[in-house]
T-cell receptor
Framework: GQNIDQPTEMTATEGAIVQINCTYQTSGFNGLFWYQQHAGEAPTFLSY????GLEEKGRFSSFLSRSKGYSYLLLKELQMKDSASYLC??????????????FGRGTQLTVWP | ETGVTQSPTHLIKTRGQQVTLRCSSQSGHNTVSWYQQALGQGPQFIFQYYREEENGRGNFPPRFSGLQFPNYSSELNVNALELDDSALYLCASSLDRRDRLNTEAFFGQGTRLTVV
């Protein structure tokens, strides 16, 4: 729902940089989250953007453009352990259902040696 | 380690049966949301509880119901199980302060439900 779109799969090599894009409908936007999910495990929080710009957190950075309905997650110095699904999740509500997240299908990233 | 635990981790049920899944939230978190994640898909919002009352519902039928208790635990109940209910069920707890923007939701490890 809410037209959250991200690529299904990406591959990269160890030590490289990869950018995972996410687009969403802009109406009612209230915040965007990126989660990492390894197979069979719970999603773990990576980043949160609500204002335009870049948020940097170690090897991971996330960018948001509210006017364009666009975000990306940038992973630097890739390691084998970064192989996982990366979920883009958007919050559209502020009133009725606080914290409800709409998820994209996830981008399965495979890091090769 | 998110401080959110779910039980059981795996479960097999027969079509038509009923199931109860449990979640223990982080202490002090007043909000719990439940999600269904089918294989290869992103999590889909089922419903949310805030201070023990349902606070919004996704596109799921009434046979999906829930409870939230004062001790930061919650349940997801599914009646009349169907084969398509086979999925990973995730709970996520958060602290909703109502006067601030959304805060981080902490996910449990999930319950893998298989309906045969």
């Amino acid at each position: 729902g809410q037209n959250i779109d991200q690529p299904t799969e990406m591959t990269a090599t160890e030590g490289a940089i990869v950018q995972i894009n996410c687009t969403y409908q802009t109406s009612g936007f209230n915040g965007l989250f990126w989660y990492q999910q390894h197979a069979g495990e719970a999603p773990t929080f990576l980043s949160y953007n609500v204002l335009d710009g870049l948020e940097e957190k170690g090897r991971f950075s996330s960018f948001l453009s509210r006017s364009k309905g666009y975000s990306y997650l940038l992973l630097k110095e890739l390691q084998m352990k970064d192989s996982a699904s990366y979920l883009c999740a958007v919050s559209f509500d502020r009133g009725s259902t606080l914290g409800r997240l709409y998820f994209g299908r996830g981008t399965q990233l495979t890091v090769w040696p | 380690e998110t401080g959110v635990t779910q039980s059981p981790t795996h479960l097999i049920k027969t079509r038509g049966q009923q199931v109860t899944l449990r979640c223990s939230s982080q202490s002090g978190h007043n909000t719990v949301s439940w999600y269904q994640q089918a294989l290869g898909q992103g999590p889909q919002f089922i419903f949310q509880y805030y201070r023990e009352e349902e606070n919004g519902r996704g596109n799921f039928p009434p046979r999906f119901s829930g409870l939230q208790f004062p001790n930061y635990s919650s349940e997801l109940n599914v009646n009349a199980l169907e084969l398509d209910d086979s999925a990973l069920y995730l709970c996520a707890s958060s602290l909703d302060r109502r006067d601030r923007l959304n805060t981080e939701a902490f996910f449990g490890q999930g319950t893998r439900l298989t309906v045969v």
